[in-house]
């Protein structure tokens, strides 16, 4: 059974910090990733995806990847109220894609 | 607003019943993937279909299925439904194969099955 792996949280990070996602996966056939926020009550919106191992930035957000580990995390920087979030992580491989549970995330004012 | 529409918002239907959800995707989007949601979990991948042909499949039984037409809209059908069938069903529409593409997501169908 292949998985997503993320800690549900809550992880909970002072205004302004960095907040640190993270996100494991099993199948090491996987060739995408992608980071979605969801916003409680509201549906999933992308964020970033990455597909090549390092880091991947779009303005306050980094994505990072380490096939290696099978590891994958998302970087928050000068983290704001409006982060508070779910964020969930997924895999694709071979024209299906896999979410992990989610990880919420609240910003402390 | 993401440009992708469903219905029902909300429906009720009791173990057995057949239900079919809609979606009305983005003009030009030519793929539709759904979800199944449950509460306090990440998104299932039910199926995709691109260009009217199913394009992938999760972990489903047969009695999810689906159908793409060219207007842009699509249905999700389940038959003889279960207690665990209870859930946010979520569509999403994008303009490429697979998920290489962004998807966009519509607001979704609760389903409850008593």
């Known amino acids: 059974q292949k998985e997503v792996e993320q800690n549900s949280g809550p992880l909970s990070v002072p205004e302004g910090a960095i907040a640190s996602l993270n996100c494991t996966y099993s199948d090491r056939g996987s060739q995408s990733f992608f980071w979605y926020r969801q916003y409680s009550g509201k549906s999933p919106e992308l964020i970033m995806f990455?597909?090549?191992?390092g880091d991947k930035e779009d303005g306050r957000f980094t994505a990072q990847l380490n096939k290696a580990s099978q590891y994958v995390s998302l970087l928050i920087r000068d983290s704001q109220p409006s982060d508070s979030a779910t964020y969930l992580c997924a895999s694709y491989r071979d024209d299906k894609i896999i979410f992990g549970k989610g990880t919420r995330l609240h910003i402390l004012p | 607003e993401t440009g992708v529409t469903q219905s029902p918002t909300h429906l009720i239907k009791t173990r057995g019943q057949q239900v079919t959800l809609r979606c009305s995707s983005q003009?030009?989007?030519?793929?539709v993937s759904w979800y199944q949601q449950a509460l306090g979990q990440g998104p299932q991948f039910i199926f995709q279909y691109y260009r009217e042909e199913e394009n992938g499949r999760g972990n489903f039984p047969p009695r999810f299925s689906g159908l793409q037409f060219p207007n842009y809209s699509s249905e999700l059908n389940v038959n003889a439904l279960e207690l665990d069938d209870s859930a946010l069903y979520l569509c999403?529409?994008?303009?490429?194969?697979?998920?290489?593409?962004?998807?966009?997501f519509g607001p979704g169908t609760r389903l409850l099955v008593l």
């Open positions: 999403a529409s994008s303009s490429g194969t697979g998920f290489a593409e962004t998807q966009y």
């Open positions: 990455i597909y090549s191992n």
């Open positions: 003009s030009g989007h030519n793929t």
